[in-house]
């Protein structure tokens, strides 16, 4: 190989610079704690246990509880590779097993085009044996890349035509009313998209809007059965979830739906840690609005809260 | 060496990233003897718009310092001035990639990367023969040699973000540089995926603001418009991945007047590339679409 020249180490710092400049952001939400905040937000609200109370009339009527799919067999569900289940998997799904449609869709999300492409990527990023790890840690690295390879591998025995349907099987157990497959629905659906680089969102922006569409919907509807876990993936994902058409409105949102899971992680005694960091996440999410909007928000988090507990 | 050869890698990375998205911006010919016209400077009035591009008088370089012409352009950009955001708006996005590099040193950044393993372009799905990497590094560079020289990359990479408003407010306005740009760079200063899904209704609306633009500047005379849907569709992500719709674009890219100083292998190669995923009743379909898309853009047709 030859030498680079002068003009291509001219050249390669340049290109270095570029590609290592960080990119321009937008502005983002402030992280940074927050004042003290009043005595009215709910972490500092020392209330009942939520089986101890009724709900009030305030809070709105939740929807009697989405009927629960039965459990698959064990062996579906902790079985390592997907090939060593595929075909019962998809045997149960096709005939209307909300629970192997779920299963089965969870697994195939990971085999999605993109899925595939990023651990291939991981393999190559990795596949450099760094001179300061000891033996054990190389050992272990080796490991994990042959967990990876072996990952693709089962994934690549899928049919193709298979391979990338995954969201669409969640879709499907989540149409069929369960809550929890519309959770897991807005779970996996966005953090599908999580794996996709720039140009891929791009490529599939109509698509992933009707995903967002679609899981506004689920979640909405998993909220009124009052489906586990469904005010926290609100909350998790709200960023997406919630308009950013009207920043007020979507300021109160977000901030409502961190107040209802701070409501609940208070009935559940969460560590005051997790407490009070949601307090500052809820109060970074109203910076700047007026205390209009901080009752706003506290009146609809309570209320959401209330919708279910003790349920 | 082990550093040398990761430095080289980087690099060639970012050489292939930009390439693809550079090449487009090879300056358009009326005719494969006129000068070139339409680099930095706009190639229609808004008056024109609505007809067959005007070629311009080639602009002299601005006697200012790098960063006095920014922000002059900036300035008359803030007074409405739809030129000066066209051209600003193009630097943004343009330049900021930009590096002087010879054609030999295209060539051994590519290989040497190639060499170290590094993924180059896809076109339709398959990765691009390293010879089309480097033949459309090449095509692009002195056009961004002429439309990049004097400018302080660095004071652009804070600006990016903007470039695209700027120059959708020139697209609207009729220019047709301003067009071609935008369909590069409507998704300039977004911080990552995280960063583009909060704001995916913009982006919906960006990337159908981008394919209308590549439409209207083909019906508007401009042959590189016809390059870009090619290059879309063989690689995306503004059009849905179709070897076909590629192939017909390129190929009426290339009868174009536009694309007769493109050298002979790379126009060659680049088609091979796209024929290798057609079977032979495609590729049959594939050339008489792009025959009956060169006809349609001659005679000033809105694209099918």
């Known amino acids: ?311 | 060496m082990r550093r040398t050869t990761r430095l080289l890698v980087s690099a060639a990375a970012a050489l292939f990233i930009a390439a693809l998205a550079q090449v487009g911006l090879k300056s358009a010919r009326t005719s494969p003897s006129a000068p070139s016209p339409v680099a930095a400077t706009p190639a229609v009035s808004p008056s024109d718009a609505s007809s067959r591009p005007v070629v311009a008088a080639p602009a002299k370089p601005p006697p200012l310092s790098s960063s006095d012409r920014l922000a002059e352009l900036d300035r008359s950009a803030a007074a409405g001035d739809v030129d000066a955001a066209a051209e600003f708006g193009g630097l943004l996005g343009v330049c900021g990639h930009y590096s002087p590099v010879s054609a030999a040193n295209i060539e051994e950044s590519v290989v040497t990367g190639m060499a170290a393993g590094l993924e180059p372009p896809q076109i339709a799905g398959t990765p691009a023969p390293p010879e089309l990497v480097i033949l459309l590094m090449q095509q692009a560079q002195p056009e961004l040699d002429q439309r990049c020289a004097g400018i302080d990359v660095k004071q652009l990479w804070e600006g990016q973000a903007r470039a695209p408003a700027l120059l959708e407010r020139a697209a609207d306005a009729g220019r047709i540089q301003a067009m071609l740009d935008y369909s590069r760079h409507a998704f300039a200063g977004y911080g990552g995926v995280n960063d583009m899904l909060s704001q995916m209704d913009e982006i919906a609306r960006r990337k159908q603001k981008a394919r209308a633009y590549l439409r209207r500047a083909a019906s508007l005379g401009e042959a590189r418009a016809l390059l870009l849907l090619g290059d879309a569709y063989a690689s995306g992500p503004l059009e849905k991945i179709d070897p076909q719709q590629a192939y017909a674009y390129m190929s009426a890219f290339f009868r174009s007047a536009a694309a007769q100083d493109w050298p002979p292998r790379l126009r060659e190669l680049y088609l091979q590339t796209l024929a290798q995923h057609l079977d032979a009743a495609q590729l049959a379909q594939a050339r008489a679409q792009g025959l009956q898309l060169y006809r349609d853009f001659e005679a000033g047709a809105p694209l099918r």
């Open chain 1, 1 to 311: 190989m030859r030498r680079p020249g002068l003009a291509l180490v001219l050249l390669v710092t340049a290109l270095l610079a570029w590609r290592f400049w960080p990119a321009p952001r937008l502005p983002a939400p402030d992280a940074s704690p927050p004042p003290p905040a009043e005595l009215t937000a709910p972490a500092m609200q020392a209330e009942p246990a939520p089986s101890a109370r009724p709900a009030p009339a305030v809070a709105p009527a939740a929807a009697p509880a989405a009927p629960v799919e039965p459990p698959l067999p064990p062996h579906l569900r902790t079985a390592r590779r997907l090939s060593e289940v595929f075909d019962e998997l998809l045997r149960r799904a096709e005939s209307g097993d909300v629970s192997a449609m779920r299963e089965l869709g969870s697994r195939l999300v990971r085999c999605r085009d993109s899925s595939l492409r990023r651990l291939r990527r991981e393999i190559r990023e990795d596949s450099e044996v760094r001179p300061g790890l000891n033996a054990a840690a190389q050992a272990n690295a080796r490991r994990q890349q042959e967990n990876l390879r072996d990952d693709i591998a089962d994934c690549e025995a899928v049919p193709d035509a298979v391979r990338n349907s995954g969201l669409d099987w969640m879709e499907r157990a989540a149409a069929t009313g369960s809550g929890a497959a519309q959770v897991d629905y807005v779970e996996f659906a966005f953090g599908a998209f999580m794996q996709m680089d720039d140009d891929e969102v791009v490529a599939e922006i109509d698509e992933i809007r009707r995903r967002r569409d679609l899981a506004r919907r689920f979640v909405a509807e998993a909220m009124a059965h009052c489906a586990p876990r469904a005010s926290f993936v609100q909350y998790y994902w709200g960023d997406l979830l919630f308009d950013h058409g009207d920043a007020r409105a979507y300021a109160i949102n977000l901030a409502a739906a961190t107040d209802a899971v701070a409501r609940l992680d208070i009935a559940e005694g969460a560590p005051a840690t997790i407490v009070q960091g949601r307090q500052r996440q809820f109060e970074s999410a109203l910076r700047g609005f007026d205390a209009a909007a901080r009752a706003e928000a506290l009146r609809r988090g309570e209320a959401q809260f209330k919708a279910c507990a003790g349920r």
